[in-house]
């Protein structure tokens, strides 16, 4: 395998703006011989349809099309998959448009300098509630953890993998937390281990959340037991 790094999207239902989005970062992809993963997590419209074309047009995209487990899980299999196959750097993205490509290159540039380069979103475009949630949940991991991302869950990240390795091996395969996670263990190594990077965060660029306030309160009731659990195992 030549190719050093993989661009990994996980996809639910993004059928209005996944071509437009894959058209953007297979920029990246021909520009730094890279390849792309589209993991569809059992979406119910015709994603797989779109990312079957797309994977006709593409060379560099391979893509998993599974039954729904859910966007923790997702991106979990796609940091393995990363792994597992020799590539250096995994790149995680979001599929639904709210991200901007000419924001990558800050991170890549700037890999060498460690092993973690995260985007910071300034603001929000996809509204008030989600920065609540997102304040919500920095908070509690500060409480379990006792260190505080700057933003927790930003799907927007460049990771080495040899040293994601060692992180995601404590992330349970059907946590639906993944990045949250991965940012609270990599932080209580020390402020060093992540770079941040102010993004830009853009509104959907077409289908629907997958998490509603209520799903977001039964996630963070069983958020706050799995990172208890988790903390309790690390000792």
Not at 75 to 93: L, P, S
Request: glycine share 8%; hydrophobic share 40%.
């Amino acid at each position: 395998m030549s190719s050093e790094l993989l661009i990994m999207m996980p996809v639910y239902n993004e059928e209005e703006a996944l071509g437009a989005v894959v058209d953007e970062w297979i920029k990246v992809c021909k520009k730094l011989d890279a390849k792309m993963l589209l993991i569809n997590d059992g979406s119910k419209d015709k994603t797989i349809d779109v990312i079957k074309q797309k994977a006709g047009e593409y060379e560099e995209i391979m893509f998993i099309d599974r039954e729904n487990k859910g966007h923790g899980p997702t991106i979990r299999e796609g940091y393995q998959y990363a792994i597992d196959q020799g590539y250096k750097w995994v790149f995680q993205t979001d599929s639904d448009g709210q991200t901007n490509i000419e924001e990558f290159y800050p991170l890549w540039d700037n890999r060498e300098a460690g092993p973690f380069q995260f985007g910071m979103r300034r603001n929000r475009g996809d509204g008030r509630g989600r920065d609540i949630i997102s304040l919500v949940l920095r908070t509690l991991i500060y409480l379990i953890f006792g260190v505080y991302p700057k933003d927790a869950n930003v799907p927007f990240r460049i990771m080495r993998t040899d040293k994601l390795k060692e992180y995601l091996a404590h992330v349970p395969v059907s946590f639906f937390l993944t990045n949250s996670l991965l940012s609270a263990l990599i932080l209580q190594k020390g402020e060093d281990q992540i770079h941040w990077f102010p993004i830009t965060f853009l509104p959907r660029a077409g289908g629907v959340p997958s998490i509603t306030w209520s799903r977001f309160f039964t996630i963070g009731l069983q958020a706050i037991k799995d990172f208890r659990d988790i903390k309790r195992s690390l000792k």
